[in-house]
């Protein structure tokens, strides 16, 4: 197939899908092997697949094929080409089990690979194959996607292939875009990022509300590069955690029009519908892949329609699911694919009237294992430890840091990890940004206050220490801050700043005064305080602290000279660190 330049296109493309268009004509031309554009999930694929059918068409003179691997996507697709391309519905057949469908001889055809994959023969000659959700090319074996192109090939040698996905890797976190022969899909010619859509107006906005803690899933397996299904059902369908997270999810959705949510088993996720349906005393629907068709679209449509707030799913609303009401998505299924965390986020994309944005709610360390939605952690699957116990970092409940799972007690801030309590974990929402940039201020209630000297690592011996404030705000849980007595111009006018909101005493010199003092109780007691995170920094920031009334002098008992020894009682032991976050 010679592919020109098109003349014409009576298909309304935005700028970006106009830009991805001609960017899969120019690999086309210019090379030899096979393109994948990628698009955030809501982006518009099929304007772009709708504009390449009819120059293939009309153009180009030429015959081509949609492929897909669910009823839904076909569906879609079908509707959406007809929509949006007129002109092409004569041309335009499908060829799918699901939908009682045997087009064979239209120009355009759409298809369920699992229908066709054993059929390329039948199917006749094509010169071009588009495949939507491309991400589930498998890398290796003789898959169907594989064994088709190889049938159609012997049709027509000069057959091209292109590949449209929001996600560019597998659920392994391996690329889909590798050299062949190894390969299908060979590089990515056009992508475009979730947050320049956004800018743009084009996708919704997310945000994430802030929560205190999420689901421990230190203990969980993995095989195959996912959890193991057994031990996720068994801690995340726990009574108490089902309750308090339902019971959250009910209170931060009072003004959300639709709630997604993604249940991590069968039973897990009739736990959650029900108990939601006692607390909120509304109907939550439940579909899984068991789900019978005419019930599935029943409940579906009212969901749709608005008539159904809660809607959770197991397995079945990741993709080729169009519903731009949704508002909220909660996330109760921890997984390691990011492309699945992708997937279930993407759900809140698409705009709607009257969305302002769309609530993300983790109960399940997705954001923090796979980073903000637009700049997801892929890791290399070949340093994965498939089958242990480990995953490949985890996070420091005291100061955040990712770091690998193999330490015992944190490079960065000193904190000593307990040993793993596969049972232990808590049931409300985590605190990490679903996009980057992206600003949470939590509250958290006060337990306790540690003070510490703090030295940084490889300090010389007359560098400035820290007074290291530890708030615990939970069973090891802390948030700490640093304050710089000991340094000078702004750090020193802050920490002074800070002492004097808390003390009647004269502001300390030294970090052991500062500790001494602090321990005599010369600080007002602290009940809360807040905390700001950044979604993609290292670091959080104590931004307010409430604060009971400074303690009166004649109160407290002085100490004559500062205490220099340690305190071995305190649970966070001061070791020096390579980095303070000031």
């Known amino acids: 197939m010679t592919v020109a330049s098109p003349t014409s296109n009576i298909i309304t493309l935005r700028p970006y899908q106009k830009e991805a268009v001609e960017a899969v004509y120019a690999h086309l031309r210019g090379r030899d092997d096979n393109p994948c554009v990628v698009l955030p999930t809501a982006a518009g694929k099929t304007p772009c697949i709708a504009t390449i059918c009819r120059d293939v068409v009309h153009l180009w003179n030429g015959r081509v094929l949609v492929l897909a691997h ?78 088709f192109l190889d049938d159609a090939r012997s049709l027509n040698p000069q057959l091209r292939v292109i590949g449209l996905t929001a996600t560019p890797f597998r659920l392994s976190s391996g690329p889909i875009c590798v050299p062949p022969p190894e390969g299908i899909l060979n590089s990515i010619c056009y992508e475009i990022g979730v947050r320049e859509l956004i800018a743009a107006g084009y996708i919704s906005k997310l945000k994430s509300k802030s929560g205190k803690f999420k689901a421990n899933t230190d203990g969980l397996h993995v095989r195959g590069g996912e959890f193991v299904p057994a031990e996720v059902e068994a801690l995340m ?56 068709g005419i019930f599935r679209d029943q409940i579906l449509r009212r969901f749709h329609e608005g008539e159904l707030k809660f809607l959770a799913n197991v397995n079945v609303l990741t993709t080729g699911f169009d519903a731009p009401n949704v508002d909220c998505v909660v996330l109760l299924r921890p997984t390691m694919s990011p492309g699945l965390y992708y997937q279930m986020v993407g759900r809140g994309f698409r705009l709607a009237p009257g969305k302002a944005d769309c609530l993300v709610l983790d109960f399940s360390g997705n954001v923090l294992r796979h980073g903000p939605v637009d700049q997801i952690r892929v890791h ?19 100061c955040q840091a990712l770091i690998a799972t193999g330490y015992a007690t944190c490079p960065e ?18 605190t990490a940004g679903v996009l980057s940039g992206e600003i949470t201020d939590t509250e958290y209630e006060v337990r306790d206050v540690h003070y510490s000297v703090h030295v940084k690592r490889d300090a010389t011996y007359d560098a400035p220490r820290t007074l290291r404030v530890d708030y615990e705000i939970g069973y090891y849980q802390y948030k700490t801050e640093w304050v710089c007595l000991e340094h000078k111009g702004y750090a020193r006018q802050k920490a002074e700043a800070w002492w004097r909101m808390r003390s009647c005493t004269p502001v300390p010199k030294t970090i052991e005064e500062a500790v001494a003092l602090a321990k005599s109780g010369v600080l007002a007691q602290a009940l809360a305080i807040t905390v700001r995170h950044v979604a993609g920094e290292k670091f959080d ?42």
């Open 70 to 147: 669910v009823k839904e996507l076909l569906s879609q697709a079908v509707d959406k080409l007809h929509a949006m391309a007129p002109d092409l519905w004569m041309n335009i057949g499908v060829y799918s089990a699901g939908l009682a469908k045997r087009d064979t001889t239209q120009p355009i055809l759409v298809a369920g690979i699992q229908s066709v994959y054993q059929k390329a023969k039948e199917l006749g000659r094509f010169d071009l194959v588009i495949v939507d959700e491309a991400h589930l090319i498998p890398m290796e074996g003789d898959g169907m996607y594989r064994r």
């Open 237 to 292: 369908d726990q009574d108490g955690l089902v309750h308090a997270a339902c019971k959250e999810i009910v209170e931060l959705t009072k003004d959300r029009r639709s709630v997604l949510i993604f249940a991590s088993s069968v039973k897990h996720g009739q736990h959650v519908a029900k108990t939601i349906e006692r607390i909120a005393g509304e109907e939550c629907g439940f579909v899984d892949g068991e789900t019978s």
């Open 380 to 398: 290399d699957p070949a340093a994965k430890r498939f089958g242990s116990q480990e995953r490949p970092s985890k996070e420091c409940p005291s």
């Open 413 to 430: 801030c000193g904190f000593v990890f307990p040993p793993p309590e596969r049972d232990r974990h808590e049931a409300e929402a985590g």
């Open 541 to 582: 920031r104590i931004i307010d602290c409430v604060l009971v009334t400074k303690p009166e002098l004649e109160t407290v008992a002085v100490p004559d000279a500062p205490d220099e020894s340690w305190d071995e009682s305190l649970p966070l032991p001061m070791q020096p660190e390579d980095e303070i976050p000031f």
